[in-house]
């Protein structure tokens, strides 16, 4: 039995074209996560690996979709071995059932943590350059000074923290985040 194994990291991802692949492929049952890689109680795959047996074939589309880390799919596509389950990924043409596919199947899997590394060697780098220039990632303040002065002496009228937070336009936990009750004067 053949068995499709498809993943996105987020729900308003699709998995349209994995799926279009994996029937193509010839898999019986196709089992699906919205969520990383990275991580390693993914529902769809422990579901996926669940229904494996001897002689069956596991199908993903492509070698990313499976695992982030090169240990991670090493070690997972061994032990599909020791239960004498085959391992396929179509776009990178691998399949374990060869001597050859077991080979690429490593070296496929070194360049994609190598990738991956990369990537996350320019993103690092990029930000310091970033905060060298001046700028900060992430959400804007929702509590500007002018915000938290502002909070301050409504709450020092005696304004409940409910309709000072209401009138500033922010939640009582911001509120509460940014003036402390042991810092409120």
Not at 35 to 58: F, K, N, T, Y
Not at 101 to 124: D, H, P, W, Y
Not at 149 to 162: D, F, I, N, W
Not at 167 to 176: A, D, E
């Amino acid at each position: 039995m053949r068995i499709g194994y498809a993943r996105v990291s987020t729900q308003d991802q699709h998995l349209d074209l994995q799926e279009d692949a994996l029937a193509k492929a010839g898999c019986e049952k196709v089992f699906q996560d919205f969520m990383s890689g990275a991580r390693a109680d993914r529902p769809g795959l422990i579901d996926a690996l669940s229904h494996l047996r001897e002689g069956d074939v596991l199908v993903v589309w492509k070698l990313d979709r499976l695992g982030r880390s090169v240990k991670g799919l090493v070690d997972l596509v061994e032990e599909l071995a020791n239960r004498k389950v085959h391992f396929q990924s179509i776009t990178d043409q691998i399949d374990t059932s060869t001597v050859a596919g077991r080979f690429f199947f490593n070296v496929m899997a070194s360049m994609a943590q190598m990738e991956r590394e990369l990537i996350g060697e320019r993103t690092k780098a990029g930000l310091e350059v970033a905060r060298k220039l001046g700028r900060v990632g992430g959400r804007k303040r929702k509590m500007s000074d002018g915000k938290i002065e502002s909070a301050k002496k409504l709450l020092a009228t005696g304004m409940p923290p409910k309709d000072v937070s209401k009138n500033l336009g922010i939640s009582v936990p911001t509120l509460y985040r940014w003036l402390p009750a042991s810092r409120r004067v």
